[in-house]
């Protein structure tokens, strides 16, 4: 609750209904290097991070399995196989996909 002193500002970008999300996981377990932030539109395909292992040597690239906002990302710079790294919404209001099991990448 605010004091009646207070101006609230009117926000300038419309709000987004998000009805239902997705975890993605990894299939991979590594280092982790996140591309995208939290409240970011992502493409199907978008590259949104990448697995590496401590030397380099191997590479793993985490598309995105469809359109969404990303609600929630995994900060920890080590994953295992199987962990959620990324929640993304399967958001009806911009056509973006359908409400499906949690998918892995």
């Given at each position: 609750?605010l004091?009646?002193?207070?101006?609230?500002?009117?926000?300038?970008?419309?709000?987004?209904?998000?009805?239902?999300?997705?975890?993605?996981?990894?299939?991979?377990?590594?280092?982790?290097h996140?591309?995208?932030?939290?409240?970011?539109?992502?493409?199907?395909?978008?590259?949104?991070?990448?697995?590496?292992?401590?030397?380099?040597?191997?590479?793993?690239?985490?598309?995105?399995?469809?359109?969404?906002?990303?609600?929630?990302?995994?900060?920890?710079?080590?994953?295992?196989?199987?962990?959620?790294?990324?929640?993304?919404?399967?958001?009806?209001?911009?056509?973006?996909?359908?409400?499906?099991?949690?998918?892995?990448?």
């Open positions: 609750m004091r009646v002193e207070i101006e609230v500002p009117s926000s300038n970008t419309p709000s987004v209904l998000i009805e239902a999300t997705r975890w993605v996981r990894a299939n991979y377990s590594g280092l982790m996140v591309k995208v932030v939290c409240g970011e539109l992502i493409d199907k395909g978008q590259h949104i991070a990448t697995i590496t292992d401590p030397y380099g040597k191997f590479r793993y690239p985490v598309n995105a399995p469809h359109n969404g906002y990303i609600i929630n990302v995994n900060e920890a710079s080590l994953v295992y196989q199987g962990d959620a790294i990324f929640n993304i919404s399967t958001d009806k209001t911009t056509g973006h996909g359908k409400n499906e099991a949690e998918e892995e990448v």
